[in-house]
């Protein structure tokens, strides 16, 4: 602002090019983050898949096995495969982030990235682990 | 005069705590009950065995904060999205809406699904 700008009735056009819808196709990367960005939608699957098998189990027996005939009808289960590739996706790409969200400090220094994501990904094993065998042990 | 607080952070922080719980959870339960016990890799527990891990109270609340938190996960990513690679910021409030309502009614009937389980 200088003493030289005054009031205008009609505001600037911006000079702002208006970028493609499909933008996120010119570059690897940026496919990469719409990529990640959709995986929430499969994140959001699992959970409507998870309520079933939990009203399924409720239900009793007969509706379990119901539900077991129905998780391997090609659609549901090609959507699964789908689903699976993108929660991995989703659970690597979110581990890898973690450093730069986390500012661990001990002693006054800062924890180096590699010992944060590791972290992760060993929580990642033991509640993979621990969900197994609940679920297929005992 | 204190300002008037946005909601925003507290969205920010249900989306982090969900994408990390989905990351944590969702791959491994998704492997068995998606693909290895519909393709024959593994045989699936048996009924009782499921029942009895559901009604105990641990492996309920953990389900219900995993839906919970995972929606609204979905619910802003979900959001940001359409912004992003659809450029449709003008539909902002009926973007907000379907995704926030969407996880509100899902965590509501996770809610109920896991209370009712016998």
Excluded at chain 1, 37 to 59: D, G, K, P, Q, T
Excluded at chain 2, 61 to 71: D, E, G, H, M, V
Aim: hydrophobic share 55%; with cysteine; glycine share 8%.
């Amino acid at each position: 602002m200088n003493d030289g700008s005054a009031y205008t009735a009609y505001h600037p056009r911006w000079s702002r090019p208006r970028m493609s819808t499909y933008w996120w196709l010119q570059r690897r990367s940026y496919l990469r983050f719409i990529l990640r960005e959709l995986s929430s939608i499969f994140v959001a699957w699992f959970v409507v898949y998870l309520l079933l098998l939990v009203r399924a189990v409720s239900h009793g027996d007969a509706s379990y096995q119901q539900f077991l005939g129905w998780s391997g009808h090609p659609i549901v289960l090609v959507l699964n495969l789908v689903s699976f590739f993108f929660v991995v996706f989703h659970a690597v790409t979110w581990f890898n982030l973690a450093p730069q969200a986390m500012v661990v400090s001990v002693a006054g220094k800062r924890l180096p990235g590699v010992l944060i994501a590791g972290a992760n990904y060993l929580a990642w094993a033991l509640a993979s682990v621990l969900s197994s065998w609940l679920l297929l042990g005992g | 005069m204190a300002k008037p607080r946005s909601i925003e952070p507290l969205l920010w922080l249900l989306f982090s705590a969900g994408g990390m719980l989905a990351a944590l959870l969702i791959p491994i339960l998704l492997f068995l009950f998606g693909v290895a016990f519909p393709l024959g890799w593994l045989s699936p527990p048996g009924h009782q065995h499921l029942l009895a891990l559901l009604h105990h109270p641990l492996t309920r609340a953990t389900l219900f904060l995993l839906c919970w938190l995972s929606l609204f996960h979905w619910a802003h990513r979900f959001r940001y999205t359409l912004y992003d690679g659809l450029q449709i910021k003008h539909l902002n409030e009926l973007i907000s809406v379907v995704c926030y309502g969407g996880a509100i009614v899902g965590s509501l009937a996770a809610a109920y699904l896991l209370w009712r389980i016998p």
